[in-house]
């Protein structure tokens, strides 16, 4: 028997999610962002890119706007009306300390208790490599968790330093620790990740409905298997 999951904290009021990319989010985590969100927990959402160079036949400048308004539209499906973009350049990602900087900022400006971010990691499960923007926001994330409290780093932020960060928790690892019911949101997460039907239907020929409900349905019920039946979405949590 795989070993079992743990339920994710619950004792928090704020959380920031900072990911690279439009639909990052909802392949997985939006069904659990609407569990928070309709507990009254306020959560955000930042974007590193606009995901611009994401549809092999749009132009990044029409891309950009397009996958602007479905990350708009996907987020208001879970209760969350906060998305920026942090506007860097889309698939050249460079992990270092201007992206530390700029998350740091958010952090201080936000004041989260939980950062959420996606799997900083090399590969998806040891099989597929993972992409560049992935790995370097992922670790960028976990890096301005320490970032945002210590006012020595970025002394020159708007914002003053927070050290309130408890918990970085990130989606899609391999070797997750903890979970969220989702067993009442799992349907909002399908409607959330459907509503980038332009970039789903550059992917496949699938409907797009569809396609989100397989996916995610199938990710749900794996978890399940580690989170006594319960339908959930798996985090590996790093406590601070
Ligand atoms: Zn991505």
Redesign the pocket.
Known sequence: MPQQLDPLPDDWERALAV???P??LEYGCAAAVAAWTDAGREVTYLMVTR?EAGIDTLDPARAARVREREQRDSAAVVGVTAVEFLDHPDGVVEYGTALRRDIAAAIRRHRPELLIT?NPEDTWGGTYWN?P??RAVGRAVLDAAGDAGNRWIFPDTEAKPWNGVRWVAVAGSDAPTHAVDVTGTLERGVQSLTRHRAYIEALTGEDPETYARNLLEGFARETAERFADRLAVPFRLYPR
């Open positions: 990911v690279a990319h639909d990052d995901g996606l992409t923007d992935h």
